[in-house]
């Protein structure tokens, strides 16, 4: 029986500025990557939505990413990678402490925005990264982009990962994803997302812009929460995974 867990990013909001639908989402997700205060998110966001993912039984994971606010921690920046590492696990250490105060407990880390993007292209930057945070909770499930040089950083370092297929986004021929802005950046339609996530977990390949198949592992689809048609997306997703008799469960 295939088993696939759905996360979504969530905790963006900051201050009164809320973004995305959390509550709704997760009903729906089984994993949340919940933003600690670097790209989005605060204090009081965090323990909400840690709060409520305890209540609905949705993992909780750590998602740090570049201090970059404005940006929405999308903007590329030069750092050194030891500088990166401890970056990540200032990150780590404040879900964790805010996890635990809600019930709960981090089990997994997925990366963030352009710092995402620069380690699925990385492997070195994507290797401090990961041993940083494997430094803190040697347990820590890293959740990475399928079959790029992020998911043999976890290997190289022996951690438990989860591949990681994006519902939303197209991607290019080397299995990255195409940068926002560029022409099939994004996959709009819910409906052709979600039955592009059901070849892909099917033939068990990335599907790439131009109808190349990429074989991989795939143990996670990410579901956008930042859209306006995010919940519906969602929920049209989930139906369709279970239609094709794929149990949804968290890693």
């Known amino acids: 029986m295939t088993r696939i867990d759905l996360n979504a990013d969530m905790g963006e909001g900051f201050g009164p500025w809320r973004m995305g639908d959390d509550a ?8 949340a990557n919940i933003a600690c205060g670097f790209h989005a998110g605060d204090w009081d966001t965090m ?5 409520a993912a305890v209540a609905r039984g949705v993992n909780i994971g750590a998602h740090p990413g570049f201090p970059d606010l404005q940006g929405f921690g999308r903007r590329q920046m030069k750092m050194d990678p030891e500088s990166v590492g401890r ?16 019930g709960g407990r981090v089990r997994h880390l997925k990366l963030h925005g352009a710092l995402s993007n620069m380690a699925s ?9 990961y041993a940083a945070a494997l430094e803190v909770d040697p347990d820590l499930v890293l959740m990475v982009l399928a ?5 043999q950083a976890a290997e190289a370092l022996g951690a438990d990962f989860a591949a990681e297929v994006f519902a939303d986004r197209g991607y290019a021929e080397d299995g990255t994803l195409i940068p926002r802005g560029q022409p099939g950046a994004m996959i709009p339609d819910a409906d ?3 039955a592009r996530i059901s070849d ?3 033939e068990g390949a990335i599907v790439t812009a131009s109808g190349k198949r990429i074989e991989t592992r795939i143990d996670t689809v990410c579901l956008h929460g930042d859209e306006p048609s995010a919940v519906e997306a969602a929920r049209k997703l989930r139906a369709r995974l279970e239609a094709d008799g794929i149990t949804l469960a968290p890693f």
Not at 24 to 31: D, K, M, N, R, Y
Request: no cysteine.
């Open 24 to 31: 709704a989402l997760l009903g729906i997700v089984t994993s």
């Open 87 to 102: 970056m990540v696990q200032y990150q780590l250490g404040a879900a964790q402490a805010m996890a635990r105060a809600a």
């Open 47 to 51: 323990a909400a939505t840690m709060q």
């Open 121 to 129: 292209v990385d492997g070195e930057l994507a290797r401090h990264a």
């Open 192 to 194: 052709e997302a979600a």
């Open 200 to 202: 892909m977990i099917r």
């Open 147 to 151: 079959a790029t040089p992020m998911q």
